[in-house]
């Protein structure tokens, strides 16, 4: 596979904002994800809320091959024009990676169309992983399970619709359940969502997390094809009479 062309976006407000997620990510946890990106082959440019047009421009999306996208405290600050190019672009395949509280970013819940609610619970909990599509790309290279040490909680009901491929669960020390790894395709693009990722964790830093964000990037990867072309087609591919 050639390399691909990977836009790794981050609110990047909670690093600016308090200094418990400034020690646990001191340049932006987008520099954390890009480096691993960069680790495994992909070429990574980074994008914030506080550039021109987000980081997002025209240019940028023309060529991005797959966004990841972390957002929680600043999702109302994101322009909706901004909404309406990344929206665009994943019709067209562009692929979206959306990471933890993402799940409440414009973006996820225009795509999804519910709203993308659930419970949550900040208690330093353990999170067991569980692989439960083992033949999925994006489990490629991960045992049965794997456990995040300390992380926020997040726990069913999560409204959000029937993932085409659940990949993964997410088991917590509290007792709670999750979808933690859903696969969608909304027109040529296609959509991972991947749980874990709570700012005052340094859970971006660890390997199978690493791993997994790794494997969906290519997963997501547009595939090599001309645009489609829809609308009024007035000539016939085969004689009519
Ligand atoms: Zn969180």
């Known amino acids: 596979m050639s390399q691909l062309r990977v836009t790794v976006w981050n609110e990047g407000v909670h690093e600016k904002t308090h200094e418990e997620v400034r020690k646990v990510y001191p340049d ?12 495994h ?3 990574v440019l980074t994008a914030t809320l506080d550039e021109p047009d987000h980081g997002l421009s025209d240019t940028v999306l023309a060529e991005t091959d797959v966004l990841t996208w972390w957002g929680h405290m600043a999702h109302d600050k994101v322009e909706d024009r901004i909404v309406d190019r990344v929206h665009k672009r994943v019709l067209e395949g562009m692929g979206l990676l959306v990471l933890h ?4 970013s414009k973006i996820f819940k225009r795509l999804m169309g519910t709203s993308c609610d659930l419970k949550w619970r900040e208690a330093n909990e353990r999170e067991r992983i569980w692989i439960i ?3 999925h790309p ?12 300390h992380e926020e909680m997040y726990g069913e009901h999560f409204d959000i619709p029937a993932p085409d491929t659940l990949v993964m669960v997410s088991w917590f020390q509290g007792g709670e ?3 933690s790894g859903a696969c969608y395709q909304r027109g040529q693009g ?6 874990p990722g709570h700012e005052t964790f340094p859970t971006y830093y660890q390997p199978e997390v690493q791993q997994v964000i790794a494997n969906a990037v290519k997963w997501l990867a547009p595939v090599g094809r001309t645009p489609m072309q829809y609308g ?10």
């Open 28 to 39: 932006g946890m987008h520099t954390v994800i890009a480096e691993a990106l960069r680790k």
């Open 41 to 43: 082959g992909h070429s």
């Open 101 to 104: 509280s993402g799940h409440f």
């Open 133 to 135: 599509d083992p033949s």
């Open 138 to 149: 994006i489990a490629d290279g991960l045992g049965d399970s794997f456990v995040i040490p």
């Open 177 to 179: 359940v999750f979808r």
């Open 190 to 195: 296609r959509i991972f969502y991947f749980r």
């Open 232 to 241: 009024h087609r007035p000539n016939p591919l085969e004689p009519l009479g």
